[in-house]
Structures are given as structure tokens and as C-alpha cells.
């Protein structure tokens, strides 16, 4: 499932868009594991004092990653895409990062438990992409009820398994743009109206 972005939202929001779907970034301070082990990111964190804090991180393509805890130490970051990182079971205390705009985690597919979000209030932009998206269940849409500031929303994947239901014209007031796959459509999303 491919997402498709308006040319005015793709405009509005290029920032975001470039970096969740074209793993791309015009920031300079941007941190950008490509293969990393956790041995390596360790070692990345512990480098030269003094550097400029990261705004962006790229992790792509990190078969051992298991979890993100490391962003922790990274309070400035802003916008983080994760792509490709199969054993990737965990997030992070997003309260540690309250800079946070932007997150898209795409073919994570151990990742079921998104409660990690409800730590940032202010996150404007989130992905969850399975490209097989029949494979990926996440276990529940809750924590995205603190995410007051959403513009974005794209959740491709084969569904949640706790069944509760979130009113997103309520929860959401400010989204723009929400991409759902059509079984989240049917089976949790109360007030359908809004453009999917």
C-alpha cells in the first residue's frame, strides 16, 4: 500500500513527507543510521562532546535494533523515521524528546505496541506503515488519544486487536490528512466521516 499525499499537503508538510517516505532530510545536525548495530549506535552516542544536539534521525535498514531507547538522550530531536528495521520491538519515553514533531515508522514489522506516543502531546505527523500490511496488527489505537496536535495520520497495517473505538473529529480537531487501511476504517473508527 503505497501512500499518496495531496500536492498542497505534500507542500504544507514537505518536511515530513520527504523524510517519511523518501528517507531524505535537508537538516544538517541529522543523525542517520543506515545498517547500525546497537554495538555502533552505542558508540555513535558516546562521540565527540560539544557536537550540535540531532533535530532528525534516520534509522534505516537495522536488522538488530531491537528498541529506541537511545533517542532518550537526544531531547532536541524533532523529526525521527524508522524503515526497514524487522526486529524493532519497542519505542522510547517520548516525554524525553517533548521537541518531537514527526514520527514514521515504516516495515517495523515486531512492532505492535505504539503506548509510547501518548508521551508526545505534540506530535504533529505519524506513519505506521507494513508495506505487507495483512501481517502487521498493533494491539491498540488508545495512546493516539493524548496526540491533540495530530495533522497527519497514515496507518497501513492489518489491524488492532483491542477493538475499542476513537471519535477522531473529537480527539483530532486539526488533522488534515488520515490514511487508514479500510478494516481499521470498518471495525474501529467511530465517526467515519472524515476523509480516509
Known amino acids: 500500500?503505497?501512500?499518496?499525499?495531496?500536492?498542497?499537503?505534500?507542500?504544507?508538510?514537505?518536511?515530513?513527507?520527504?523524510?517519511?517516505?523518501?528517507?531524505?532530510?535537508?537538516?544538517?545536525?541529522?543523525?542517520?543510521?543506515?545498517?547500525?548495530?546497537?554495538?555502533?549506535?552505542?558508540?555513535?552516542?558516546?562521540?565527540?562532546?560539544?557536537?550540535?544536539?540531532?533535530?532528525?534521525?534516520?534509522?534505516?535498514?537495522?536488522?538488530?535494533?531491537?528498541?529506541l531507547s537511545f533517542l532518550e538522550r537526544m531531547p532536541e530531536v524533532e523529526w525521527v523515521c524508522v524503515w526497514r528495521c524487522a526486529r524493532l520491538d519497542s519505542l522510547w519515553d517520548m516525554s524525553k524528546t517533548p521537541r518531537l514533531r514527526g514520527l514514521a515508522l515504516t516495515d517495523c514489522y515486531a512492532l505492535r505496541e505504539l503506548g509510547a506516543v501518548a508521551g508526545a502531546p505534540g506530535l504533529e505527523h505519524l506513519l505506521f506503515q507494513q508495506s505487507a500490511w495483512r501481517r502487521g496488527r498493533l494491539e491498540s489505537l488508545l495512546p493516539l488519544e493524548n496526540l491533540r496536535e495530530l495533522r497527519t495520520l497514515d496507518l497501513a497495517c492489518k489491524g488492532v486487536r483491542d477493538k475499542s473505538r476513537l471519535e477522531f473529529r473529537r480527539l483530532f480537531p486539526?488533522?488534515?490528512?488520515?490514511?487508514i487501511t479500510p478494516n481499521m476504517r470498518e471495525n474501529l473508527i467511530a465517526d467515519a466521516g472524515a476523509k480516509g
Open 1 to 67: 500500500m503505497a501512500l499518496h499525499v495531496a500536492p498542497e499537503l505534500w507542500e504544507k508538510y514537505s518536511v515530513f513527507y520527504r523524510l517519511a517516505l523518501d528517507r531524505e532530510t535537508d537538516d544538517s545536525t541529522a543523525w542517520i543510521l543506515d545498517g547500525a548495530t546497537q554495538q555502533s549506535v552505542d558508540a555513535a552516542l558516546a562521540g565527540p562532546a560539544g557536537a550540535e544536539p540531532p533535530r532528525t534521525v534516520i534509522v534505516k535498514n537495522c536488522p538488530e535494533l531491537r528498541g
Open 174 to 179: 486539526h488533522i488534515e490528512a488520515l490514511t
